[in-house]
């Protein structure tokens, strides 16, 4: 691991009135700001504003801005409602599945193989 993807990030947030430190890796940093910028990009090739996509999932205008923007401060139900909304929640769903991986296929036949289960 290089001392980039080592190195950590400290953002102070307030919830509930009180202080939260988010203390996440840089490398978490860029893979939710790509996520954000993918969002952003299938919400304009569906010629979406960000009022007609907040409002078509029902979440606030902030959650999508937050979302887009890689805060990482959106609750997974509001990433997928936003995801449903732009058709694609069951595409990232699936691209989560260990059978898209052959490390991951390969060690579940390791698993099975040996009388496990899954």
């Given at each position: 691991m290089n001392l980039?993807?080592?190195?950590?990030?400290?953002?102070?947030?307030?919830?509930?009135?009180?202080?939260v430190v988010q203390r996440r890796s840089v490398k978490r940093e860029r893979e939710l700001r790509e996520l954000g910028a993918n969002v952003r990009r299938w919400r304009k090739l569906n010629g979406l504003s960000t009022v007609a996509l907040s409002e078509r999932a029902a979440v606030t205008r902030e959650t999508l801005k937050h979302l887009e923007e890689g805060t990482g401060a959106v609750r997974i139900d509001s990433l997928f409602a936003v995801l449903g909304a732009?058709?694609?929640?069951?595409?990232?769903?699936?691209?989560?599945?260990?059978?898209?991986?052959?490390?991951?296929?390969?060690?579940?036949?390791?698993?099975?193989?040996?009388?496990?289960?899954?």
């Open positions: 980039a993807e080592g190195s950590h990030i400290e953002r102070n947030n307030w919830q509930k009135g009180r202080q732009l058709g694609i929640a069951d595409t990232v769903a699936r691209a989560t599945s260990p059978h898209n991986s052959s490390s991951a296929r390969a060690r579940m036949d390791d698993i099975i193989g040996s009388g496990g289960q899954l």
